[in-house]
């Protein structure tokens, strides 16, 4: 009884997800937005902000659109996994510095000249991103009860998680053969670009699993 009332328990509930990550997003749009007219209030690191500063004062917005989008994306395919979104790299570098630079680039600026914009804007993006990650989890490891490995990478930070793709792999290959040949092969792909293994690891072996689906007896 008491796990079902839990589950009701709209603190429970993966509905008020997406409304926490608009919340969220909201108010660091809102903090890029201040940051454009004032010059002050963003939300992430001061030589994240530089990268954005140098895009508003030479007008080329592509290495903080970049690095911003790159984040952003890398952190929506990893929050379903591990369970935990990376608000640093998804709400405060994706939203805050990648979706701005990006509108930036292409003349749109009604969204961070005005503040009523801007929260409507981030609010919409981060329900949108909230409700991609539910999705994402409820058709991968939310439909079984293994995660495919993805557990060692709870509270593994940036520095860290670069040296669990091995640990990854293994997993992997433990939970299945095609969820561990993706995963290895996803390692692979990206060792060749020179990139941390880990998130390859991750993205094939969520690939593999989903059109090979782990079948719990």
Request: net charge positive; with cysteine; hydrophobic share 55%.
């Amino acid at each position: 009884m008491e796990n079902i009332n839990k589950k009701n328990n709209i603190w429970f509930s993966e509905r008020i997800f997406p409304i926490f990550t608009a919340l969220l997003s909201a108010g660091v749009f809102a903090g890029t937005h201040m940051y454009y007219i004032y010059h002050i209030g963003a939300f992430n690191e001061i030589a994240i902000v530089a990268m954005l500063q140098a895009g508003i004062a030479g007008g080329s917005f592509g290495a903080a659109a970049a690095f911003g989008a790159s984040f952003l994306f890398a952190r929506i395919l990893e929050g379903p996994l591990v369970g935990i979104l990376d608000i640093g790299g998804s709400i405060m570098t994706g939203v805050g510095i990648g979706i701005p630079a990006i509108l930036l680039s292409m003349g749109i600026t009604g969204p961070i000249v005005s503040f009523p914009l801007a929260l409507l804007t981030g609010g919409v993006i981060g329900l949108v991103i909230g409700c991609i990650i539910i999705l994402i989890r409820k058709y991968t490891v939310a439909s079984s009860n293994s995660t495919f490995g993805a557990d060692i990478m709870m509270g593994a930070g940036n520095a860290s998680g670069r040296y669990l793709g091995p640990m990854i792999v293994i997993a992997a290959a433990m939970a299945s053969i095609p969820v561990g040949l993706g995963s290895t092969i996803g390692a692979a792909i990206f060792y060749a670009w020179k990139k941390p293994i880990a998130g390859g690891a991750i993205i094939g072996a969520m690939l593999m699993g989903a059109l090979f689906p782990i079948i719990i007896k």
